[in-house]
């Protein structure tokens, strides 16, 4: 039996997410969609806030989806704002729903490494709140900055692997320091630290992909990759089969970056596991697919690399 894990989601509401990050988002959704800015703002709070978990967990089960990692992103010097609430209250958030759920969910997260003592922090968030992985935001800081580095030396020593945004972001945040290739020295220098490069580069899937062919530390997931499939469906089939060939066997993890295209697009958990499992045996697309490397891709390579049992 296929296991099923989704190595990319979010838990986002009012306690969670910025209204800067929310406006930003409601604008991005209303160029995607073409639909009015009070259209989305209302499908983001129906269809995004979920503080406890239940509306992640209710989409899990229909799409067959045994577990996935919740990562929690630190939002508030992107934003430009002071804290809303503190990051010890919305890891608290995080705890709760993840710890409801502790037999389906996993907790990641990330403090921004720009913060005093974010290091300290990380182990904190280890032995309080169960953080199993760290999540690196590159909004304004480099990958290859010495302030990540601190955070990289806790997590080879806590054994936690690191989850780095990759690919285009939303305007303000500035998509430059996201490019794959700034992960090529960080994961030289920490070769007992899994990376992840998420959502694969986007645009630069191809940099991310060669990145984990060279490096055995470097891996890639494909959360928000159903943006691909809906701007080219005829040729997403051909995109997938590049980057599961170009990164290596074992090296590309399912994803989905829930709840992000829940909002605006009718691509939600069970059609994303839909299309993907359609792929062997579709003659029409012109691509080979294996059900065994497909069955790899939906779980089995991130249950072997990140250790998830």
Same mark, same amino acid.
């Given at each position: 039996?296929?296991? /099923?894990?989704?190595? !990319?989601? !979010?838990?986002?509401?009012?306690?969670?997410?910025?209204?800067?990050?929310?406006?930003?988002?409601?604008?991005?959704? &209303?160029?995607?969609?073409?639909?009015?800015p009070e259209f989305v703002r209302g499908r983001v709070e129906e269809t995004w806030f979920d503080e406890s978990g239940d509306l992640l967990i209710s989409d899990m089960d229909e799409?067959?989806? $045994?577990?996935?990692?919740?990562?929690?992103?630190?939002?508030?010097?992107?934003?430009?704002?002071?804290?809303?609430?503190?990051l010890e209250q919305r890891y608290e958030i995080y705890h709760r729903a993840v710890d409801r759920f502790s037999d389906r969910l996993i907790l990641y997260g990330g403090i921004d490494?720009?913060?005093?003592?974010?290091?300290?922090?990380?182990?904190? +968030?280890?032995?309080?709140?169960?953080?199993?992985?760290?999540?690196?935001? &590159?909004?304004?800081?480099?990958p290859g900055d010495r302030a990540c580095y601190r955070v990289y030396e806790k997590c080879a020593e806590l054994n936690l692997p690191v989850v780095v945004h990759t690919g285009q972001?939303? *305007?303000?945040? &500035? #998509? $430059?320091?996201?490019?794959?290739?700034?992960?090529?020295?960080?994961?030289?220098?920490?070769?007992?630290?899994?990376?992840?490069? =998420?959502? =694969?580069?986007?645009?630069?899937?191809?940099? +991310?992909?060669?990145?984990?062919? !060279? !490096?055995?530390?470097?891996?890639?997931?494909? *959360?928000?990759?159903?943006?691909?499939?809906?701007?080219?469906?005829?040729?997403?089939?051909?995109?997938?089969?590049?980057?599961?060939?170009?990164?290596?066997?074992?090296?590309?993890?399912?994803?989905?970056?829930?709840? *992000?295209?829940?909002?605006?697009?009718?691509?939600?958990?069970?059609?994303?596991? $839909?299309?993907?499992?359609?792929?062997?045996?579709?003659?029409? #697309?012109?691509?080979?697919?294996?059900?065994?490397? /497909?069955?790899?891709?939906?779980?089995? +390579?991130?249950?072997?690399?990140?250790?998830?049992?």
């Open positions: 039996m296929t296991v /099923i894990i989704d190595s !990319h989601a !979010h838990l986002y509401g009012p306690r969670l997410t910025p209204g800067a990050w929310i406006n930003a988002f409601v604008d991005y959704g &209303c160029a995607i969609s073409n639909r009015p799409a067959g989806i $045994e577990k996935a990692i919740v990562i929690a992103i630190d939002f508030a010097l992107y934003a430009g704002v002071d804290d809303e609430i503190s490494p720009r913060r005093p003592h974010s290091a300290k922090f990380v182990e904190r +968030a280890v032995n309080e709140w169960g953080l199993r992985g760290f999540k690196l935001w &590159c909004t304004g800081v480099n972001e939303i *305007a303000p945040a &500035c #998509s $430059e320091p996201t490019r794959p290739i700034y992960v090529d020295q960080p994961s030289n220098d920490f070769p007992e630290v899994s990376f992840v490069l =998420a959502h =694969a580069g986007m645009a630069w899937w191809e940099e +991310a992909a060669s990145l984990a062919w !060279h !490096h055995p530390n470097v891996y890639v997931d494909t *959360a928000y990759w159903q943006s691909k499939y809906l701007q080219e469906p005829a040729d997403f089939p051909r995109k997938l089969r590049a980057l599961l060939s170009l990164a290596g066997n074992g090296k590309v993890f399912f994803g989905s970056d829930w709840p *992000a295209l829940r909002t605006v697009t009718k691509v939600n958990h069970a059609n994303w596991v $839909e299309i993907i499992q359609s792929l062997p045996g579709d003659e029409a #697309s012109g691509v080979d697919f294996t059900k065994e490397e /497909i069955d790899l891709f939906l779980g089995g +390579a991130a249950q072997q690399a990140l250790g998830i049992e």
